[in-house]
């Protein structure tokens, strides 16, 4: 892994499967997840599809730049949200984000990409597409939403995970995980893969304050829903029919208002991209990064 100096003199930890010589595809994490979440053989499959995978740890999370100290009131953003009153103002924006993930790609001396967000990634990666269109040949939406509160409510269980305090110990981390059964995929949710990969963050890094802060951010950066009316970047959603953290009805929405965008369901999936659904994921990602691939 290494690391990239982009504006603001934020750095971002990467690492890359590939060669670069192929087309890049940008993998852009969730709330509060680092890069190792992206399974390193799902990571590989991309590859061996003839894709240059990149993917990195968001600001403050895992090994990037952290904010240490800038405290938000995070019920307070979540509740001025539902209300769509005005916020308080928040350390940062998903539109700095997306712009980590454009200084990212100038590090790496990539003119265009294909990028793939899930949840707060999928923010992300709308934001690009409103925002960075003439930097991106696809864009991929997984498992996320627009920004109006109206769509992909969480149910009243899966938003009391989101908001439990984060583990103060490796122990605590990994009875936690058991916890993730509500938003991941019923059929597939595999207890041991949460708790390996539970224990693994936490020894990489532990950082709740990056966690509240990015959810200041996804409440602070308002509604998409006009500006994704105007994007024009090829868009795939997908989003599985089990998912109770982002209910159906955010990728649904994603999809009615992204002009020409293709909307995936997938049943049995969750909040999450479990092993047995990878053939079918990496198919969708590549078959729809072929798009500008010869351009």
């Not at 605590?172 to 390996?196: G, H, M, N, P």
């Not at 994704?228 to 929405?253: A, E, F, K, W, Y």
């Amino acid at each position: 892994m290494t690391r990239a100096l982009v504006p603001n003199g934020i750095e971002l930890e990467y690492d890359t499967f590939g060669s670069p010589a192929d087309p890049t595809l940008l993998l852009v994490m969730g709330l509060g997840a680092q890069l190792i979440v992206w399974d390193d053989r799902f990571c590989q499959r991309l590859a061996d599809a003839g894709r240059y995978v990149v993917r990195y740890d968001n600001r403050d999370i895992g090994l990037s730049t952290k904010f240490d100290g800038q405290h938000v009131d995070v019920m307070m953003l979540v509740a001025a949200m539902f209300a769509r009153a005005p916020m308080p103002p928040v350390p940062y924006l998903l539109t700095d984000m997306a712009a980590d993930a454009i200084g990212l790609l100038d590090h790496l001396g990539v003119d265009r990409a294909h990028v793939v967000g899930v949840s707060m990634g999928g923010m992300i990666v709308q934001t690009m597409a409103i925002e960075h269109a003439d930097r991106l040949l696809s864009a991929t939406s997984i498992m996320s939403t627009v920004g109006d509160v109206a769509y992909g409510t969480p149910s009243p269980e899966a938003l009391a995970v989101l908001l439990t305090p984060s583990p103060t110990s490796r122990q605590q981390a990994i009875e936690q995980a058991a916890s993730y059964a509500v938003t991941c995929s019923k059929r597939y949710f595999d207890l041991d893969w949460a708790q390996q990969l539970a224990a693994a963050s936490y020894d990489r890094s532990c950082y709740p304050e990056g966690v509240m802060r990015h959810v200041a951010a996804i409440c602070a950066s308002g509604d998409r829903s006009a500006a994704l009316r105007q994007v024009n970047v090829p868009m795939l959603v997908i989003h599985g029919l089990d998912d109770t953290l982002i209910n159906p009805s955010g990728g649904r929405r994603t999809a009615e208002l992204v002009p020409g965008a293709r909307l995936v369901e997938v049943p049995d999936m969750g909040h999450d991209m479990p092993e047995p659904l990878w053939p079918m994921l990496v198919s969708a990602i590549v078959a729809h990064s072929d798009v500008g691939v010869a351009s």
